[in-house]
């Protein structure tokens, strides 16, 4: 994506941006709370297996939407599929609760417009030297960006296709319905497999607040860790690195100097041993005649990158 001069003259307006940082810092700290209920539960011998099974079932969907859905199909355009499968996706990646679909799509289209420069909504770096700027900026990259309204991307400017999708929009407009979903159904889900309201409850615990919990982090960690530490096959204008670590949770995301040097791949994993979750996903979605115009990178392309 071409890089722009003016940064900052293209930033979302918030119509009420204390309502916001409420929202925010409710659907950051929840989640902790369900963590302390978790160690509670655990504690009291009341941790069951139903509780494991309600996750997985919210984690993978929930994240694929993210991986898949938010970012490979809607941001980058890495493959084209059919109407109901982009519903599909778009709205499982609103349960995971990471923002309405577009704001995501503009912010993290500003991202590589700006890529650790000035303009980028969540850059680690430029935060001061030493240790203390360190920290600073991976806590800013983290989830302190999350709170300001400076950088965020227009939504005009950097999503106006998404804008026009009637499907897209729809979603993007009834974000909180899809986020109360992504609570509700672990509900019902824990008291079916549990048989018992309290394993509803739990149900709802694990598979809405910690479920929460721990794809936000790996999300955040993408921005934060994926920007710091890691190792780097292609040089970019930017500091993205490959970080093995998070490659299962995060679905193949954590590739994430593979995908800065070809931002439209539908492949971030790009050696036969990066593991890559999501262009799993998209190959099984193509191969049911689901996904077409898939976006592929040659070995000659990467050869030539890496030496560049």
């Not at 970019?236 to 299962?248: G, I, M, Q, V, Y």
């Amino acid at each position: 994506m071409v890089r722009h001069v003016t940064a900052r003259d293209d930033v979302q307006p918030v119509a009420n941006e204390a309502l916001d940082r409420f929202a925010t810092g409710t659907i950051t700290v929840l989640p902790f709370v369900g963590l302390g209920l978790a160690i509670w539960q655990a504690w009291g011998g009341w941790l069951h297996v139903s509780d494991a099974i309600v996750f997985a079932l919210l984690y993978v969907p929930a994240g694929l939407g993210v991986t898949v859905g938010f970012h490979r199909l809607l941001t980058h355009r890495a493959f084209k599929t059919t109407r109901s499968v982009r519903f599909i996706f778009t709205a499982l990646g609103s349960v995971a609760v990471e923002g309405p679909v577009i704001s995501w799509v503009a912010d993290h289209r500003k991202h590589h417009a700006f890529a650790d420069e000035e303009g980028d909504p969540h850059s680690p770096h430029g935060h001061g030297g030493g240790w203390s700027g360190a920290l600073r900026g991976l806590l800013h990259a983290h989830v302190g960006w999350l709170f300001l309204h400076d950088q965020r991307g227009s939504h005009e400017r950097y999503a106006p296709d998404l804008l026009a999708d009637p499907v897209v929009s729809f979603v993007h407009r009834t974000f909180l319905w899809w986020a109360l979903g992504g609570l509700v159904a672990p509900f019902f889900l824990g008291w079916l497999i549990g048989g018992t309201l309290f394993a509803g409850l739990t149900g709802m615990l694990w598979g809405g607040l910690i479920r929460m919990l721990v794809l936000h982090h790996v999300t955040y960690s993408i921005n934060s860790l994926c920007h710091f530490f890691g190792r780097r096959r292609f040089p970019t204008d930017d500091e993205s690195t490959n970080f093995a670590p998070l490659a299962l949770l995060s679905f193949g995301e954590s590739w994430h100097n593979n995908h800065h040097a070809f931002p439209t791949s539908a492949r971030h994993g790009l050696r036969w041993w990066e593991v890559d979750i999501s262009a799993g996903v998209i190959w099984t979605l193509e191969k049911a005649g689901l996904a077409w115009d898939v976006v592929r990178v040659t070995p000659e392309r990467q050869a030539a990158r890496a030496a560049a």
